[in-house]
């Protein structure tokens, strides 16, 4: 570059090192250095217990009692043929396809209308009306025990929906408890995420013609598919792994779900803990399944709106 002068003036160069400003600059090397360490830790902290139950899923129960389990041999695979029949996993696995698939999508279409309602239009009690929704998952299911199981055993329904002629002992009645305990938590995130959908789209639409039933199903349900995934993931997960009210408001073998059919596993006087180990894996499997299916989806939702402004 010329001076005033015309002659040629020297920019000065920076004889620092750019890597070493890079590497300053975005915060690596020693400083996170720490933070790696305690992340390891704290996933093998996690994991132990998961690998632990593996590992003796594996192993006799009459060599793990003469041995004790911090021990290594005796592996078999009869622990998982003798869970799988007792358990009658074949079965209770086709229970809990019957109330989770239907639980989830009721789930998600109840609050994506509850969530289009409350970001979509201005109300009085706007706000209200997601506390009230969301306000159930405050509550834990222990306190409703009482009133639930007396409300469904008097409820009555029809033979072709419960045989047992009342909500208690059904399916359907396992459906709606999940429904009811999960639409809160979907409605909170939905309604969230289609409160950043431009309002221009909806304005577009109101010219175009469109009526709220076309901006609700045509519009918002298609921008709304990576929450949708995400949530999907979750209540799969969620509703499948209900214990609790199903052991409660199931009174048949015959209709209990898979986590509840663990229960076979345990013996009158001991239980073999290595054939329970195997049982749940063999029931842990379908979520992982599910989980790596729609990983990419689940990731994608839960990051939504991380690097706007």
């Known amino acids: ?50 690998f632990y139950a593996i590992l003796n899923s594996f192993r006799d129960y009459a060599y793990t009692a003469k041995h004790g389990y911090v021990s290594f041999g005796g592996f078999t695979m009869e622990n998982y043929k003798n869970a799988w029949e007792q358990a009658n ?14 639980a989830v999508l009721l789930t998600l279409f109840l609050s994506c209308c509850i969530a289009f309602v409350v970001a979509r ?20 299911p222990q306190a409703l025990l009482i009133p639930v199981y007396r409300m469904f055993r008097k409820i009555p329904m029809p033979e072709f929906l419960s045989s047992s002629g009342t909500l208690l002992n059904s399916h359907l009645g396992l459906i709606l408890v999940n429904v009811a305990f999960q639409t809160g938590f979907c409605s909170f995130v939905l309604s969230n995420y289609m409160k950043t959908i431009p309002r221009e789209l909806y304005e577009s639409a109101v010219v175009d013609g469109a009526g709220v039933l076309r901006q609700f199903f045509q519009l918002t349900l298609p921008l709304c598919r990576p929450p949708l995934a995400a949530l999907a993931t979750l209540e799969v997960t969620w509703i499948y792994n209900e ?47 599910i989980f790596f299916l729609l990983q990419k989806q689940f990731v994608s939702g839960l990051t939504l709106g991380a690097t706007k402004g």
């Open 1 to 50: 570059m010329s001076n005033v002068n015309g002659d040629l003036a020297v920019v000065p160069v920076a004889t620092q090192n750019p890597l070493k400003v890079s590497k300053t600059a975005t915060g690596s090397g020693k400083a996170s250095r720490p933070t790696q360490i305690f992340l390891v830790v704290m996933a093998l902290i996690w994991f132990f217990p998961v």
């Open 243 to 289: 214990f609790f009210w199903a052991t409660v408001l199931l009174q048949q073998g015959d209709k209990f779900p898979v986590t509840s059919s663990l229960n076979n596993l345990r013996g009158q006087f001991f239980t073999d803990n290595n054939l329970v180990a195997a049982g749940s894996v063999l029931v842990a499997l379908p979520t992982l399944i």
């Open 89 to 102: 996993f074949a079965h209770t696995f086709m229970n809990s396809v019957k109330i989770t698939v239907p």
């Open 121 to 140: 239009f201005s109300f009085k009690f706007n706000l209200a009306l997601l506390g009230l929704f969301t306000a159930a998952n405050l509550l834990p």
